[in-house]
Structures are given as C-alpha cells and as structure tokens.
C-alpha cells in the first residue's frame, strides 16, 4: 500500500519480498574457474524463487476457478478475481528483473484453467494476456505515482486510481475483446463492465492487505496482529451469520465492524477485515444466499449490488483509516514540535543563566583585580605623601588608570555580554607584559618569563581565559602576599599554554585564613580550565609560598 515504505527490505528475517527479489543472481554461473561456493548459494536461491513460483502458479488458478463457481458463462467476467490482487503485489513487492518470472507463471497457469474448463486455445490466450497486461500496467504505474507521493494520503490515493480503478481498464478491454471476437459473445461492454468490476474488487480486497502488511508496522499508529486478526473474525461473523441464521439481510451491520478497525488498526486492520467481509459475501453469493444479505432482484443484480457494496464500503473503511493515520502522524508531529520548543526554551533558558554567572564571574575579575591594585597603590601613596611627592603623584595617576580601564572592561563585561567585542580580544595573553607593569608600579615585586613562539594564537577562549587566570592569581597575590616576590611565567607549546604565578611566600599577611579551594576567585579559574578542558593545580608551592599552575589545550589550526 505504502510503496516506499513496502520497498525498505528486511534484515533480520527471510521474507516474500526477499524471496521475489532473488532472481538477478540466481541463475547456475557457467564460468568453469568460477569458485563452487558461490555456485551452491545460487543453486539455493534458484531454488526458492522456484518454490516460490510453484506457490504463486498454485494461488493464481485457486483464484481464477473463482469466475466458474460464480457464473456459468466466464465470459461474463468474473464476480470477485483475487488472482488480479496476487499479481499485482508480487510484482510490486519484487524486483523488476524478477517480473518476466512471475508473469510467465501467471500465463501458465491462466491457461492451464481455461483449458481444463472447456475454453478454446484462442480464448485461453487471449484471457492470459489480459491477466498479464493488466498487473503490469498497474504495478508500473503504482511504483511511478509512489515515488511522487509524500504522504500516506496521497500513496493511498494513488494507489485506488493506478492499481484499483485503472489498471483494470486494460484487461476488461482485452478480455471482452477476446470474448467476442474469439468466443463469440455479445454485449462486450457489459462483459467489460464485469470484468472491470471484479478485477478491480480483486485488487481491493486481496492486495491491499498484503502491501500494508509488508511494511513496517511502526510507521503508523495501529493494533497488535492479535487484536487485527479478532477484528477481521467479527467482521466476518457479522457478515455471514446473518444469512445463516436469520435470512434477513443485515450487511450494512459490518459497517460499525469496519469504522472500528479503522480507529483501532488503520490501514492494515481495515484491510484484513476486508478480506473476511469480501470473501463471506461471495461464498454466501456462491451458495445462493445473496438475497439474504442483501435486496431481493435477480441473481444478477444481488451479485452486482454485493459487489458494489463490497467496493463503496472496503473504499470508505480504508479512507477513514487513512485519515486517521494521518490525523495521529500530524498530532505526533506537533507534540514532538512543542517538546523541541519546550526543549530550545529551555536552552535559552540555561543560555541566559550561564551568562548572568558569567558576567558575575568576570564581574568579580575585574573588579576584585582593579580595587585590589587601587588598595595597594592608595596605600603606597598615603605612605610616601609626606616623603615623596612625585613618587605620590605617580602612584595616585597609576590608580587613576586602573581604575578607568576597570571601567572599560566592566563596560566590556555588562554592556556587550551578548557578543565578543572587539575590546575582549586586546586582553589575552599579550597583555600580560602590561598587567605585570602594573602590579609593579602598585608595589608589587613581579618577573615575568615568557617561553616559545607566541604567534597567531589560534582560540579566543584559551587567551582571554589565561589572561584572566594569571590576573586573578596576581590579585591574590597582592592581597594576601603583598611583600611577596611573585614569579609569572607563560610557556607556548605546540598543543598547549602552560602558565603559572607562584611567589615565595614573603609578608606578613600569608598566614591566609583562606584554604587553596575557596574563594570566588579561585572556583572562577577551575571553571574557565573546566569549560576548555585543561587541568590546573592551585595551593602551596612546597615552601612558604603559593602557586597557581594551568595548562590550557589550544586548539589546531583549521
């Protein structure tokens, strides 16, 4: 039913489609070097696609006895032809290569029946190429609307206008024909108007069930095959028991039946419970029993009001189905979008957070550093006022300076959260000459190595978050060693930068109460070495002393 769905080949169990797609390498390789092994696998597979053949030749002639048990004269055309159906899905479920096979099988056995029940060579050929011409029509023209066909409305619609209603136009125009230019019949429309009907029917009844169940059962909303099968026997019991039982016509009573199976398995619960409701009406047409299930006329038009009945209803059931299906496949679609919006709000969400912590964290960078540096130079300068003018002058000018680019970078920070600016890139690695030059000038006695070929430093991220490290050690440095001599050191690797600030331990204030693990400082550097992944070790040097050591993993260049 649903061609490109019907098309996807399973890979955990042998099946039919398997089976019909053999043929291509199945034949005996006459190569004499070629290995025996492969020679084997092909003998098998020959094998099966005769097994196969055997199966179809076998349910192609049940089918075609059927127009003799329904009429007298099959010219006539037959009342319910499964054998259409059956072919039809064969070829549609295999490979094109494979269709010379099947439909040289189909011939065969077409001829086989027509000969064995009294009809002339000529009529019998001429039946066999409407059962061939037919199928081919429909299954060529199936495949091509399929691949056209994006939803399952439209597969289902293709498939009721190529397979149902227009392929059988070709074999009741050669079939008639051959009726009454061989056989001598007349009313060739009305011979054709039978024909059509009950190829068409065959088609509805018998290949819809096998091409929806060949797909896979997850792609639609619908029942367990134990709950489709109890479907299918309700429907069928509803069906016949009434003209068992009862004699009054009550077909119209499977409708609930039907609607049911619609809601409940879709597609392939609708059309397995078409082939009970088909089949036990044409056995109760078969007995006689038309009448009970359906108005009094002539045999005639109980058989065609059957089949009008059978056709109009198994159509509405398989709409309804159809429409359900896709009312499911579009509500399944706008929840799985509401949870992707719920899920990108909340990313938003997570986004934003983490850039409010952000900010606070650079926040404190900037600030914690700058006051930090304006607290020493004050101090500085309060002592040597008296003394040292100049010396004063200097110091008061150097915190007036820090304290203004503490108002850039907090500007940088707040203002242009949103995006890098361009000022971010100016603080990375190559400033740390100029930050040293500060913590010298605030009294800081600092000496900085830098070690290899900086570069074209290939990551933002990595330079700014270095920057950032080395600056917030200095800061505790000065804080809680101001006396201290501190040692920065900036090594470039090939893969990596290492720095580390590590100062002696000198001045009265390094009996910190602070522990190498807290403070708002030092949990911002292990998450800048987190977020890159690099590794950092912060706490004392060994001696009286405190380091900060990281290494930082640098990006190739693309």
């Known amino acids: 039913m649903d061609a490109p769905h019907l098309r996807q080949e399973g890979t955990d169990r042998i099946s039919l489609r398997s089976l019909l797609s053999d043929l291509p390498t199945a034949?005996?390789?006459?190569?004499?070097?070629?290995?025996?092994?492969?020679?084997?696998?092909?003998?098998?597979?020959?094998?099966r696609l005769a097994l196969v053949a055997c199966v179809l030749g076998g349910l192609y002639a049940l089918g075609a006895l059927l127009p003799f048990w329904f009429l007298t004269s099959p010219q006539?055309?037959?009342?319910?032809?499964?054998?259409?159906?059956?072919?039809l899905a064969v070829l549609v479920l295999s490979s094109r290569r494979t269709w010379p096979l099947w439909l040289a099988v189909v011939a065969v056995a077409e001829l086989v029946v027509d000969l064995t029940h009294g009809q002339s060579a000529g009529m019998a050929v001429g039946f066999a190429l409407a059962n061939v011409v037919e199928p081919l029509v429909g299954a060529t023209?199936?495949?091509?609307?399929?691949?056209?066909?994006?939803?399952?409305?439209g597969q289902v619609f293709g498939y009721v206008v190529a397979a149902v209603a227009f392929a059988p136009v070709f074999g009741a125009i050669l079939g008639a024909t051959t009726a009454v230019a061989i056989g001598g019949a007349t009313g060739g429309l009305s011979i054709a108007g039978k024909w059509w009907l009950g190829d068409a029917l065959g088609v509805l009844v018998v290949a819809t069930p096998i091409l929806a169940w060949s797909r896979p059962a997850h792609l639609h909303n619908e029942c367990p095959p134990v709950e489709a099968v109890a479907i299918t026997l309700v429907a069928t019991g509803v069906t016949i028991l009434p003209a068992?039982?009862?004699?009054?016509?009550?077909?119209?009573?499977?409708?609930?039946?039907?609607?049911?199976?619609?809601?409940?398995?879709?597609?392939?619960?609708?059309?397995?419970?078409?082939?009970?409701?088909?089949?036990?009406?044409?056995?109760?047409?078969?007995?006689?029993r038309a009448s009970d299930l359906i108005a009094r006329g002539t045999p005639g038009e109980q058989l065609l009001l059957v089949q009008l009945f059978l056709g109009v209803t198994l159509l509405a059931a398989l709409t309804l189905a159809v429409e359900v299906a896709e009312r499911r496949r579009a509500e399944r679609a706008e929840r799985r979008a509401e949870a992707e919006l719920i899920r990108t709000e909340l990313a938003s969400a997570n986004a934003a957070d983490l850039e409010r912590r952000r900010i606070a964290q650079e926040t404190h960078d900037i600030v914690g550093h700058a006051l930090n540096v304006m607290l020493l130079q004050a101090g500085a300068a309060r002592r040597v006022i008296d003394e040292d003018v100049d010396r004063s002058r200097q110091l008061?000018?150097?915190?007036?300076?820090?304290?203004?680019?503490?108002?850039?970078?907090?500007?940088?920070?707040?203002?242009?959260?949103?995006?890098?600016?361009?000022?971010?890139?100016?603080?990375?690695?190559?400033?740390?000459?100029?930050?040293?030059?500060?913590?010298?000038?605030?009294?800081?006695?600092?000496?900085?190595?830098?070690?290899?070929?900086?570069?074209?430093?290939p990551s933002t991220l990595v330079d700014w978050s270095a920057f950032r490290i080395i600056q917030e050690a200095l800061t505790n440095a000065a804080k809680h060693a101001p006396g201290a001599h501190t040692t920065v050191e900036v090594r470039y690797e090939p893969d990596a930068v290492v720095i580390s600030v590590v100062d002696d331990g000198a001045g009265p204030m390094r009996g910190r109460s602070a522990s190498p693990g807290s403070g708002r400082g030092l949990i911002g550097m292990r998450e800048r070495i987190a977020v890159i992944g690099g590794h950092i070790r912060i706490g004392p040097n060994g001696g009286a002393g405190f380091e900060v050591r990281a290494r930082l993993p640098v990006p190739k260049k693309s």
Do not use: K, Q
């Open 27 to 47: 034949g005996v390789d006459l190569d004499p070097a070629a290995p025996t092994a492969p020679r084997s696998v092909d003998l098998g597979r020959a094998g």
């Open 244 to 288: 068992l039982l009862w004699e009054h016509p009550m077909l119209y009573a499977v409708l609930p039946v039907l609607i049911w199976a619609a809601f409940r398995g879709g597609v392939r619960a609708v059309s397995l419970a078409g082939v009970g409701v088909a089949f036990a009406a044409d056995w109760a047409a078969v007995t006689g």
């Open 141 to 153: 023209v199936l495949i091509w609307a399929s691949h056209r066909m994006t939803t399952m409305r």
């Open 76 to 87: 006539s055309g037959a009342a319910f032809f499964p054998a259409a159906g059956l072919t």
């Open 396 to 457: 008061l000018e150097s915190l007036e300076d820090v304290g203004r680019h503490a108002f850039n970078d907090l500007d940088i920070a707040l203002g242009l959260a949103d995006e890098t600016p361009d000022g971010v890139a100016n603080l990375g690695l190559s400033s740390v000459p100029a930050l040293v030059d500060v913590m010298r000038r605030a009294g800081m006695s600092v000496d900085l190595v830098i070690d290899g070929d900086e570069g074209r430093f």
